[in-house]
């Protein structure tokens, strides 16, 4: 009898610790995602013609993503905001930064906010608050090596440079770069930086402009946190292409322009030491053989492992394409399915490299698509959120501290 009691005892410690393992193991594969929302239009917000999606609650959601099994809980409000238009995370601390409208006119600076993460329940907390130096704030990138975070001021033509302290708190705008020049699309009225990045030498950050139809190339000197124009200050592309995101190739040797009036994909090779492009590929990211009579073009982002560029078009299409990146730089279409929404605004993968987010801002819907990582392509999955126009995401998860 009592080696039945023991035998039994035994099993019950083995089962607990079964499930005490499952369970950890659960916990380590969840992450949070961040989801920020465009928002009513500053100069409709106290009209009548706003849609449902724009009447709903604006600002930063959250939900618990298992990056093991796929599934998503129900998204929760945490930050209310008149518009979150772009997130990006500080790569070494729990902290998420936002551009968002004043919420008080058009003519009103945009902010930049600081959160701080709780990691077991997904809440932000305010650190601080700071002028963007310009408005529209809409898009963001930060450098780690000199912990600056960098602004594209789309709504008055300028970018700038924030400091961050060492505890994630931002300081006031350290410099600021007017890009200028227009292009010939009723756009295109005014210079409007759409996207930035920092270069892999951490020396120049690269600014797309879509109303000027240009790259504008900024010296960056990270002890000072100052911009200053490189010695050939930009790189023009085609009139009324409408540049709108870049990304460079993990090993920096090139670099990715989508543009969102003509839904074109260019190459470019990267020289550091000159500041140098030169374009090695063209291809329009819309089918050959496709309508195409309402080109648009949302987002662009690299496999984690560089061997993959995600695209996602708007207009008439709804779509992803995937590429495969050959070592010359050039790009190779393999795949091209749909969105599962309306206006795929942007995209995400997750930190792990096995998932895609996309932002579909017309739908008020996020899809989820799992990534194969040995050829690249995309499958869809069951899981979404349903989140009121949503336009940019990002992540947080222990593993990255």
Same mark, same amino acid.
């Not at 942007?346 to 930190?351: E, G, L, T």
């Given at each position: ?21 499952? @369970?950890?193991?659960? #916990? ?11 928002? @009513? ?8 013609? /706003?849609?449902?999606? #724009? ?15 796929? *599934? ?17 995370? !500080? ?10 409208? @004043? ?14 993460? #709780? ?34 001021? !789309? ?6 440079? /924030? ?42 950050? /690269? ?52 543009? %969102? /009036?003509?839904? #074109? ?13 030169? +374009? ?18 949302? %987002? ?16 008439? *299409? ?11 730089? !050039? ?30 801002? @017309?739908?008020?819907?996020?899809? +989820? ?33």
């Amino acid at each position: 009898m009592l080696r039945r009691t023991t035998l039994a005892m035994g099993v019950c410690v083995s089962l607990a610790a079964v499930v005490a393992v499952a @369970a950890n193991a659960d #916990e380590k594969a969840n992450e949070w995602v961040y989801v920020g929302t465009r928002g @009513a239009a500053i100069a409709k917000q106290n009209g009548a013609d /706003l849609d449902a999606g #724009e009447r709903s609650p604006q600002g930063i959601y959250a939900a618990r993503f298992n990056t093991r099994t796929g *599934q998503l809980s129900p998204p929760q409000l945490q930050v209310q905001l008149p518009r979150a238009t772009w997130l990006v995370r !500080h790569p070494r601390l729990p902290v998420i930064y936002t551009a968002a409208d @004043a919420g008080t006119g058009p003519s009103s600076e945009s902010n930049i906010l600081g959160f701080e993460v #709780e990691p077991s329940s997904g809440k932000l907390t305010q650190l601080n608050q700071v002028g963007a130096g310009g408005l529209d704030a809409t898009h963001l990138a930060f450098d780690a090596t000199s912990n600056t975070l960098f602004v594209a001021n !789309h709504g008055s033509g300028d970018v700038t440079a /924030l400091p961050v302290r060492p505890d994630g708190h931002l300081g006031v705008v350290a410099s600021t770069q007017k890009d200028y020049g227009t292009g010939p699309h009723p756009r295109q009225k005014m210079p409007e930086p759409h996207g930035v990045a920092v270069d892999p030498s951490h020396h120049y950050v /690269l600014v797309t402009d879509f109303g000027a139809d240009r790259i504008f190339v900024y010296h960056f000197d990270g002890a000072t946190r100052t911009l200053s124009p490189a010695e050939v200050p930009y790189e023009a592309v085609p009139p009324g292409s409408g540049p709108r995101h870049l990304t460079f190739s993990p090993d920096g040797r090139f670099l990715y322009l989508l543009t %969102e /009036l003509t839904a #074109e994909l260019r190459v470019y090779s990267w020289d550091a030491r000159k500041a140098h492009l030169e +374009l090695v590929q063209a291809l329009s990211a819309y089918p050959v053989d496709g309508p195409g009579q309402q080109k648009s073009a949302g %987002e662009i982002a690299f496999s984690r492992n560089g061997r993959f560029l995600y695209v996602s078009l708007r207009g008439d *299409q709804d779509s992803l394409v995937v590429y495969q990146a050959q070592k010359n730089g !050039h790009l190779h279409e393999i795949q091209r399915v749909p969105a599962l929404g309306k206006s795929p605004w942007s995209i995400a993968i997750d930190p792990a490299g096995r998932w895609l987010f996309v932002a579909n801002e @017309a739908s008020n819907s996020v899809s +989820l698509f799992n990534i194969d990582p040995a050829s690249g392509r995309l499958s869809a999955t069951a899981e979404s959120l349903s989140i009121p126009k949503p336009v940019t995401i990002t992540f947080y998860t222990r593993k990255q501290q």
